[in-house]
């Protein structure tokens, strides 16, 4: 039997083509080299690798499927998945389609682990802080909208009972619909405002009416929103807090298995004491934090000048004693509370705006942390994220 060195010519010629031919074991074990710089694994035992198809002239097709669309380094991984393919031996050409697929971990956080939340929503984020006036509804609506403008499908949840600031903010010019569900009898359908589903109690009360309540009327509200609202399908539900550690937060932790709260402050002491008492009470209650917000960091004068009104640094402070990110830190422009007042948010209303790039940038981070979070919190059940 003759080796190839003693084929003739042509048949030498064909055998070095049939072998320099890529094929899908070749290119995906060159995949396996793509780390998530996030989750610190390969981009295969992820299964974020989709549909790979190598054609015979060597051109190579595949869906790159990430954990959020709002991913803030999506373009890092397409010219990382692009050098792999390139890399094999015969690849004439590449077409990689980026996708997002939010994957739920297993159980939430919260004081009472469950194993459903809100049928069809994935995470549940909570905007909070135990101050109030630090900008937790500004956060909030320009989070969701961000989130929105990155592809995802959202919801914001106005828990603040005593003062539901949000339909203003979102600009929302309709009520809640009324439909009747054969088996959970009557429902909400939230209305959409800058393609965020929105529910508050601000559709249920006439104009400047106070809501006077006690804590078990609070809690039936709040049952009500998370069950009686066809929410559909989200990848993200965002929770607008109130102000406070008290019946609120804890029936918030009881009822819904949180992703984590997001945590809003300004740089002053007086915010800080507030916001520390949040965040143990987090901690209490077993819900992750995923971020600290800083909002008021400064004021740019018509000198140019950066002053800082309310401190310098408590952000920071707040980050390193609990072991956390300081996620963002928004400037104090007067265009940000216009944009709330008027039901545009900033990141719709300006977009090219400093505080609008910020919160854009916010948003993608946010996204980020949770997808880390997941990824602890299954390794931590012996799960790996291709199971889900």
Known sequence: MQGASSLAPCST?????????????NVMNALRTVMDPDLQKDLVS???????????????????????????????IKSDVIAAVTSVSGVTGTEITMDAEV???????????????????????AVSSGKGGVGKSTVSVNLATSLALEGARVGLLDADIYGPNIPTM???????????????????????????????????????????????MLHNILSQFCTKVQWGDLDY??????????????????????TGALIVTTPQEIALQDVRKAINMWDKVKVPIIGVVENMSHFTGDDGKKYYIFGQGGGDLLAKKFNTKVLAMNPLVPEVREGGDAGKPIVVKNPESESAKI????????????????SKQNAAKGLEIGQF
Request: hydrophobic letters at 40%; a neutral charge.
């Open 103 to 125: 994957r739920k971990a297993g159980m939430g956080s919260g004081a009472v682990s469950k194993e459903v939340g809100i049928p069809g929503v994935t995470h549940i984020i």
């Open 13 to 25: 010629l064909c055998y070095a083509l049939c072998m320099s031919k890529p094929n899908f074991d």
């Open 359 to 374: 919160l854009r940038d916010l948003a993608k981070k946010v996204a980020q942390e949770v997808a880390i979070l997941d």
């Open 237 to 258: 539900l965002i929770l607008d807090l109130p102000p406070g550690t008290g019946d609120v937060q804890l029936s918030i932790a009881q009822m819904l298995p949180l």
């Open 46 to 76: 992820l299964n974020m690798i989709r549909d790979l198809k190598v054609s015979d002239d060597g051109k190579v097709s595949l869906r790159v499927v990430l954990t959020t669309p709002a991913c803030p380094l999506k373009e890092k």
């Open 170 to 216: 979102m600009g929302v010019t309709e009520n809640p619909k009324l439909f009747m569900d054969p088996e959970k009898g009557e429902m909400f359908v939230p209305p959409t405002s800058h393609g965020v589903k929105v529910m508050s109690m601000g559709f249920l009360i006439q104009g400047d009416q106070p809501v006077i309540w006690r804590g078990p």
